[in-house]
């Protein structure tokens, strides 16, 4: 099955800066929806962002986190500014054909990437 995969997850203090990335081997990264959703210990998988010709964002991340595409990588990065410790969570990026918001709008996805926020 086709699969995503993500990078750049890591350990952050409270304040400071990550940059995610999604990559789609094998297919043009461009001709899908590309969101990233997050799953915190415990907690239901929550929306982030998604990029198609706009981006929308959740309104706990908006004015922190950044989704554009890398035309010339073939990936899209989340750049996340400012993080906090409630943003600690298993980061997954998945790729599908609508504008959605959730799960169920994107049909395939990658393993996931873990950031940690100390405080």
């Known amino acids: 099955q086709e699969q995503l995969a993500e990078s750049g997850g890591g350990l952050v203090q409270a304040g400071g800066s990550l940059r995610l990335s999604c990559a789609f081997p094998?297919?043009?990264?461009?001709?899908?929806?590309i969101g990233w959703f997050r799953q915190a210990p415990g907690k239901e998988l929550e929306f982030v962002a998604r990029?198609?010709?706009?981006?929308y964002y959740a309104n706990s991340v908006k004015g922190r986190f950044t989704i554009s595409r890398d035309v010339a990588n073939e990936t899209v990065n989340l750049q996340m500014n400012n993080l906090k410790p409630e943003d600690t969570a298993l980061y997954y990026c998945?790729?599908?054909?609508?504008?959605?918001?959730?799960?169920?709008?994107?049909?395939?996805w990658g393993q996931g990437t873990k950031v940690t926020v100390s405080s």
């Open positions: 998945a790729a599908g054909s609508r504008l959605g918001t959730k799960e169920a709008d994107y049909d395939r």
């Open positions: 990029i198609w010709s706009d981006t």
């Open positions: 094998g297919r043009n990264i461009r001709q899908f929806v």
